[in-house]
């Protein structure tokens, strides 16, 4: 890792990993000193043929001890920075700013017997950090992750979700994980079809997954385009539950996706 400034450091991609044609994910090495709370995001730098450069915010995926950050992106036909990362190959350099950022962390909440993680899209990524925290698995009865996407092959981290129930570290809490995937345009195995605030108003997601979603012991974040946050918001609203602030915790917390 190299010094280029008091605010950002450079590092080298590690691993790149190709879900779909659009989706990628992407591991780059972490400075020692870098912290995060599971939940945050990075801010990373890619430099243009013109020599300047672009920044974006990006969910980090990892583990807090992992020693490297893993990031999943989405390439957007012409977007300046992820027309750059398509290129990107193991052992380039990209830029990371030296601090994490964000308010998705599971410390939003003060009580609440199950988490509730409803995301869309690239909107999985902070879920993955925050399911691979010892604390998460400690405060929570029930963790619930709901998935949606357009199309099965968009489903990415299937299989690590699953296993995630067998880390030792919580391995004997592994039941806990209720992992619900949505599709919108597709049907597949136990996929629920349609779109997150459509099957929470008609209970759908209660009904598949078997736990009531109330105020009194849910918690819920929420991560994906910003209309999703918003229509997500608006159907937990009229399930009796608020936005969760600093100075009056309460049930939701959200990020939008861009
Ligand atoms: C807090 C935060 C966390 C983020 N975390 C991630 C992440 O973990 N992974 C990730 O891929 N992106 C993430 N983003 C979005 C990311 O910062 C960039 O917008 C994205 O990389 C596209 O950059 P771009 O320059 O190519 O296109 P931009 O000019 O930034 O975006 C062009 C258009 O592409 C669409 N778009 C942008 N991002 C997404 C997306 N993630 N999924 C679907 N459509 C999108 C929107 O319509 C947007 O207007 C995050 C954004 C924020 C604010
Ligand atoms: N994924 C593709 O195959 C594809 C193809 C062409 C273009 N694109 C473009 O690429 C960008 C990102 O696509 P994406 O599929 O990754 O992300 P996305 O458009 O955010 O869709 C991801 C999932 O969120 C759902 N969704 C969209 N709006 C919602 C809302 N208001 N409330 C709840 N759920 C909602 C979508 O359902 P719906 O399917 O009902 O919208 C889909 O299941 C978009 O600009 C899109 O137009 C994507």
């Given at each position: 890792m190299m010094l280029l400034d008091d605010k950002a450091t450079t590092a080298r991609v590690l691993w790149k990993r190709q879900w779909t044609p659009k989706l990628l994910s992407f591991r780059i090495a972490r400075d020692a000193a870098y912290r995060f709370v599971p939940g945050q995001f990075a801010r990373l730098g890619l430099r243009k043929p013109n020599g300047s450069l672009v920044w974006r915010a990006y969910s980090i995926v990892s583990a807090s001890w992992d020693d490297h950050l893993e990031f999943y992106s989405i390439i957007v036909p012409g977007g300046?920075?992820?027309?750059?990362?398509?290129?990107?190959?193991?052992?380039?350099?990209?830029?990371?700013?030296?601090?994490?950022?964000?308010?998705?962390?599971?410390?939003?909440?003060?009580?609440?017997?199950?988490?509730?993680?409803?995301?869309?899209?690239?909107?999985?990524?902070?879920?993955?950090?925050?399911?691979?925290?010892?604390?998460?698995?400690?405060?929570?009865?029930?963790?619930?992750?709901?998935?949606?996407?357009?199309?099965?092959?968009?489903?990415?981290?299937?299989?690590?979700?699953?296993?995630?129930?067998?880390?030792?570290?919580?391995?004997?809490?592994?039941?806990?994980?209720?992992?619900?995937?949505?599709?919108?345009?597709?049907?597949?195995?136990?996929?629920?079809?349609?779109?997150?605030?459509?099957?929470l108003a008609s209970q759908a997601l209660e009904e598949r997954t078997g736990i009531a979603l109330t105020p009194e012991h849910s918690r819920v974040m929420v991560c994906g385009s910003p209309a999703m946050v918003e229509d997500t918001h608006r159907a937990l609203i009229a399930k009796g539950c608020r936005l969760s602030r600093l100075s009056a915790p309460a049930q939701i917390a959200v990020e939008n996706g861009w």
């Open positions: 300046q920075f992820t027309s750059l990362l398509n290129s990107v190959a193991t052992g380039d350099e990209i830029l990371i700013e030296r601090q994490a950022y964000g308010f998705l962390t599971t410390n939003r909440f003060t009580d609440g017997r199950d988490l509730w993680m409803l995301a869309t899209g690239t909107g999985l990524a902070p879920f993955l950090s925050i399911l691979q925290d010892e604390e998460t698995w400690r405060r929570f009865e029930r963790l619930i992750l709901v998935h949606g996407v357009r199309e099965t092959a968009e489903l990415a981290y299937r299989e690590e979700i699953v296993a995630l129930r067998k880390h030792p570290l919580w391995a004997e809490h592994g039941e806990r994980l209720i992992y619900q995937p949505v599709l919108s345009r597709d049907t597949h195995g136990d996929a629920l079809r349609g779109r997150i605030p459509a099957l």
